[in-house]
């Protein structure tokens, strides 16, 4: 199925995700702060480009919703991809999630007939109370003996568990735009139930840029 027919019906949490993550200075300050200085430091953050396309398909739109930054690399290009977890629970076999997902977007590369895929880095932004516990891709595989490991597809994703932030690290961070996109998505179940609550706090970054309230 063609990611960008998959019917979607925003809820106030994917309405703020997409909001405040499309932002330019948002997308920059996190990619700074929370991805290793040996990627971002190779990045022309004025050349970011924001893919409109969801590449999230029927089977995985209960689990994620996306954003993709597109960027250049020294002598290549890579995707910077968001993906907002809906579930507040850690999926047993969200290796298996991201590769679904990550396919999608190298189809894509093959349909725009590119000379070469592009490298993907999966961002999972996670908004349980319980900690997520990253596993390596072979705990997937509990009985699997060493002589077949080399035919397991193996990569890693980046994780960002709101919950386990400490508030004084989020008010270090350069932009307050970000810090107050983290710290409301961490505590959704009182500022992103409604509309309104929605409403107020893009009031707050539209008219209070350089300031924040917590």
Same mark, same amino acid.
């Given at each position: 199925?063609?990611?960008?027919?998959?019917?979607?019906?925003?809820?106030?949490?994917?309405?703020?995700?997409?909001?405040?993550?499309?932002?330019?200075?948002?997308?920059?300050?996190?990619?700074?702060?929370?991805?290793?200085?040996?990627?971002?430091?190779?990045?022309?953050?004025?050349?970011?480009?924001?893919?409109?396309?969801?590449?999230?398909?029927?089977?995985?739109?209960?689990?994620?919703?996306?954003?993709?930054?597109?960027?250049?690399?020294?002598?290549?290009?890579?995707?910077?991809?968001?993906?907002?977890?809906?579930?507040?629970?850690?999926?047993?076999?969200?290796?298996?999630?991201?590769?679904?997902?990550?396919?999608?977007?190298?189809?894509?590369?093959?349909? #725009?007939?590119? +000379?070469? $895929? @592009?490298?993907?880095? !999966?961002?999972?932004? /996670?908004?349980?109370?319980?900690?997520?516990? =990253?596993?390596?891709?072979?705990?997937?595989?509990? #009985?699997?003996? +060493?002589? $077949? @490991?080399?035919?397991? !597809?193996?990569?890693? /994703?980046?994780?960002?568990?709101?919950?386990? =932030?400490?508030?004084?690290?989020?008010?270090?961070? #350069?932009?307050? +735009?970000?810090?107050?996109?983290?710290?409301?998505?961490?505590? /959704?179940?009182?500022?992103?139930?409604?509309?309104?609550?929605?409403?107020?706090?893009?009031?707050?970054?539209?008219?209070?840029?350089?300031?924040?309230?917590?």
């Amino acid at each position: 199925m063609d990611s960008k027919q998959v019917p979607k019906t925003p809820s106030p949490h994917d309405q703020f995700f997409k909001g405040m993550f499309s932002q330019p200075e948002i997308a920059e300050s996190y990619i700074r702060s929370f991805l290793p200085k040996e990627i971002w430091q190779h990045l022309p953050f004025d050349q970011l480009k924001l893919d409109n396309t969801s590449y999230v398909t029927s089977e995985l739109k209960a689990y994620f919703s996306d954003l993709v930054w597109q960027c250049p690399y020294r002598d290549s290009e890579i995707n910077i991809a968001f993906l907002f977890e809906h579930k507040t629970y850690q999926p047993k076999y969200v290796h298996l999630q991201l590769l679904r997902y990550m396919l999608q977007l190298w189809e894509q590369d093959l349909k #725009e007939k590119r +000379k070469y $895929l @592009r490298p993907i880095i !999966p961002i999972i932004v /996670y908004q349980g109370t319980k900690k997520w516990k =990253i596993r390596p891709m072979i705990e997937c595989f509990p #009985e699997m003996k +060493k002589p $077949l @490991r080399r035919y397991l !597809p193996d990569f890693e /994703y980046e994780l960002n568990d709101l919950h386990q =932030i400490p508030e004084d690290d989020m008010l270090k961070l #350069e932009s307050k +735009k970000l810090t107050l996109a983290l710290y409301s998505m961490a505590n /959704y179940r009182s500022f992103l139930t409604s509309a309104e609550n929605l409403d107020r706090i893009f009031f707050v970054f539209d008219h209070f840029e350089n300031k924040i309230f917590l």
